[in-house]
């Protein structure tokens, strides 16, 4: 079982939607991450939370520490919203590296 | 610069072959990330460096995979011996510290194709 899961794996939505994006971890960690990743592009950090809630634009990120479970959310979806959309989290076991989900593709219909 | 740096952006190569790729982290950062991602994959940790150190090379697949940074700012990813399965997209990142406090800039990356 992987450290870092996301579902869905694939999402897609009509323009206007609600979306959520799910990421659950099994191991302690000192933040997570939220970073979103075009095609042929590199990937752009949306969020780091290690607790409570953000808030950017569309997108919200939650956490629940003690639950594990985190959540991306983006209001009123647009076309180019369309992207893949990975979880990760940091301070594992002390480490300062990220440890990533697999990754949720969206995609946005008009 | 203003962001992280990457090149080559595409790179084709013979099986057997040596390769390098480069990262240039933003100035001042002094925690630098490599990290390998395949086709429908999140990226997997290859080698962090804290200044001039390695200070975690536990991700690297094999002793054909090597990494410096000399001065403590650009970074070299080697390959040596390429294989098909090295084929994937690298990723470098960086970030002001390594405590993950300030978050962390990618690179776009260098595709990799072994043939």
């Known amino acids: 079982k992987n450290e870092v899961e996301q579902s869905p794996q694939n999402l897609t939505a009509q323009e206007g939607e609600f979306i959520t994006i799910n990421c659950s971890y099994s191991v302690g960690i000192s933040a997570l991450h939220w970073l979103q990743q075009h095609p042929g592009g590199g990937i752009v950090s949306l969020f780091m939370l290690s607790s409570g809630k953000k808030k950017h634009g569309r997108l919200i990120a939650t956490i629940n520490i003690q639950e594990k479970h985190s959540s991306l959310h983006i209001t009123a979806s647009h076309p180019r919203d369309s992207a893949v959309y990975i979880c990760a989290v940091s301070g594992v076991q002390g480490a300062q590296k990220l440890v990533f989900g697999q990754g949720t593709r969206l995609t946005i219909n008009p | 610069g203003a962001g992280v740096s990457q090149t080559p952006s595409n790179k084709v190569t013979e099986k057997g072959k040596y390769v390098e790729l480069r990262c240039d982290p933003i100035s001042g950062h002094t925690a630098l990330y490599w990290y390998r991602q395949s086709l429908g994959q999140g990226p997997e940790f290859l080698i962090y460096?804290?200044?001039?150190?390695?200070?975690?090379d536990s991700g690297l697949p094999n002793d054909r995979f090597f990494a410096v940074r000399p001065e403590g700012s650009v970074s070299t990813l080697k390959i040596q011996r390429t294989e098909r399965g090295d084929s994937a997209v690298y990723l470098c990142a960086s970030s002001v510290d390594g405590f993950s406090n300030y978050g962390y800039t990618f690179g776009s990356g260098t595709r990799l194709t072994v043939v």
């Open positions: 460096f804290q200044g001039t150190g390695a200070a975690d």
